[in-house]
């Protein structure tokens, strides 16, 4: 429970090191709301989080929305500049430079300014490819070795911070009536929470082979061999073989989608152990990810 980025915040703003022209032409311009009592980098890394944890829903003319958004910030902000201690601490809090940090944080989250009307856009922008990055991690998580691992709270998108709103009431009623439903929308995070009752699903029917199985990675060739990783589990004569996309975030913003499409995988293909040659899209279709059971 105990970060300061909720996972999908993070998958959110993993996005931006595949783009890094783009984020940087936003970022300077940001960077000239600065003003002087603030240290740069601490403004750089609050325009990181507006940006990752800017909920897909909340519109530049919301003034409730982006007051609620803008207290859970200042949360964030109090504790980051604390435990980073550059500047203030827990132990000697120096509240002057935290309320420069705080009034600033609230001059540009006010509704209409150019910081809200870019980060609308931006993350508007990038939540597809951060999607795909947090089902491709979704998906790893429950199929690589090791236990899964889940916080409640976080079938569905995760764009938390620090406590108390990392530590709110989880709303399961939502989530029973979602999995019900076989809700798989994108914007609710329905995706993701089916991707993992599917998995959880799998890990029942082929015990042995999670618990007992070896796993060797897969040699990747093609066009985006650099961009994805493949491996398999195998135990006796069962095998599961799985790739997904690890860099695939250009594609997916340019489509508007938490899928890359097939003509992005192009040739790529897998090359397994036995001699086998598998081509990814075979697997994954036009998704960033894909498992085959045999």
């Not at 990752?52 to 949360?75: K, S, V």
């Not at 697997?283 to 085959?292: R, V």
């Amino acid at each position: 429970h105990d970060h300061k980025r909720g996972e999908d915040v993070r998958t959110r703003l993993a996005v931006l090191s595949e783009i890094p022209s783009r984020w940087c032409e936003l970022a300077d311009r940001w960077a000239s709301t600065v003003p002087y009592r603030v240290d740069c980098g601490d403004a750089h890394m609050l325009h990181q989080t507006i940006v990752g944890a800017w909920p897909i829903d909340l519109a530049a003319d919301d003034e409730d929305g982006l007051g609620r958004f803008t207290d859970r910030l200042a949360q964030w902000q109090i504790k980051a500049l604390r435990e980073a201690k550059l500047v203030t601490s827990w132990a000697c809090p120096d509240e002057a430079y935290e309320q420069a940090c705080l009034e600033y944080l609230r001059e540009i989250m006010s509704p209409g300014s150019d910081v809200v009307r870019d980060a609308v856009c931006f993350a508007s922008e990038i939540a597809p490819a951060g999607w795909a990055k947090s089902l491709v991690q979704t998906m790893l998580r429950y199929t690589l070795p090791g236990v899964p691992d889940l916080y409640q709270g976080c079938e569905l998108w995760d764009q938390s911070l620090v406590d108390p709103d990392n530590r709110r009431p989880v709303d399961y009623e939502n989530r029973i009536d979602a999995l019900r439903r076989s809700d798989n929308a994108w914007l609710t995070g329905g995706s993701k929470q089916h991707l993992i009752s599917e998995l959880l699903g799998l890990r029942r029917e082929q015990p042995d082979l999670f618990r007992h199985g070896r796993t060797n990675y897969v040699e990747l060739q093609g066009t985006q061999s650099a961009n994805a990783i493949a491996f398999e589990r195998h135990l006796d004569d069962k095998r599961m073989i799985l790739v997904a996309a690890t860099q695939c975030s250009r594609p997916c913003i340019e489509h508007r989608s938490p899928s890359p499409s097939r003509d992005w995988w192009d040739d790529t293909k897998l090359l397994l152990p036995n001699g086998e040659t598998i081509a990814a899209i075979d697997l994954t279709g036009d998704s960033a990810f894909g498992l085959k059971v045999y």
